[in-house]
């Protein structure tokens, strides 16, 4: 099973993604005694999600040599249980002891405020507005693209633009619900730009969890042959998605 990383910080005049990169990479080896923000947030952490499991197998690294000190807390969760519910508490904890998290995959810092600083453009409107397909590959845009998986439902979206959403949910969702799901891009949602070309697209995205290359080849039937894989050419999947209108 994979990791999930963040980082809690106390660092009120953190306003941005690449301020928080910087201020873990000077802080993050600190060897002082944790603020008392941080201090406060761990205790609060641990009553939320033991170490001992008896709330989950939360954590894929605990604290033995990794404990608080400083301006910075390293939060290694293990993969397979942190999901967009799990962050959504995770954010409350820190919200209420005025810690906000880094994540460095996803380049994005959540404010202690709710706010979140380092997102993408804005997506698209739902149903999008402009163009419905792309000219050069036949990719659609006004739908998603599912996939049956052996204990999942895959999602992919893509816009006008050159940016694509993709993430797997437990359930299957409908057109719009899957559609706003993505857009929403939490640290779950791979998000990243692709590249038409005739009848078929290449594609980086990245998320909490890691980075990945994609590539894909539609059929005479309107169905999509799509290969997915981490960069470091691990977790190769193949997939036949089929689009969903909204």
């Known amino acids: ?107 994005v810092l959540y404010l202690a405020d709710g706010s979140e600083a ?19 590959s036949g990719l659609r845009f006004d739908g998603v693209y599912e996939s049956k998986l052996s204990e999942s439902w895959s999602y992919l979206a893509f816009s006008a633009d050159g940016r694509v959403w993709w993430q797997s949910s437990r359930g299957r969702l409908t057109p719009t619900v899957a559609m706003k799901s993505l857009f929403d891009a939490d640290s779950f949602v791979c998000v990243g730009k692709y590249k038409p070309a005739e009848r078929s697209f290449t594609a980086r995205l990245k998320a909490a969890y890691g980075s990945f290359r994609m590539s894909g080849e539609s059929a005479e039937d309107g169905t999509w042959t799509i290969t997915s894989e981490k960069t470091n050419g691990s977790k190769r999947y193949t997939s036949v998605y089929t689009f969903l209108a909204l």
């Open 1 to 107: 099973m994979g990791e999930a990383i963040l980082y809690a910080l106390d660092a009120p005049r953190v306003k941005t993604a690449d301020a928080a990169a910087r201020f873990v990479e000077r802080w993050q080896d600190s060897t002082g005694a944790p603020t008392a923000r941080i201090a406060t947030f761990f205790v609060r952490l641990l009553q939320t999600w033991p170490e001992d499991g008896s709330q989950g197998q939360v954590w894929h690294e605990d604290f033995a040599h990794n404990k608080p000190s400083g301006a910075v807390l390293q939060l290694v969760f293990e993969l397979g249980e942190f999901d967009a519910t799990r962050l959504q508490q995770l954010r409350a904890i820190a919200a209420h002891h005025q810690v906000m998290l880094f994540d460095p995959e996803g380049h």
């Open 118 to 136: 380092g997102r993408t453009p804005p997506p698209p409107t739902i149903p999008p507005q402009g163009p419905t397909v792309c000219a050069i």
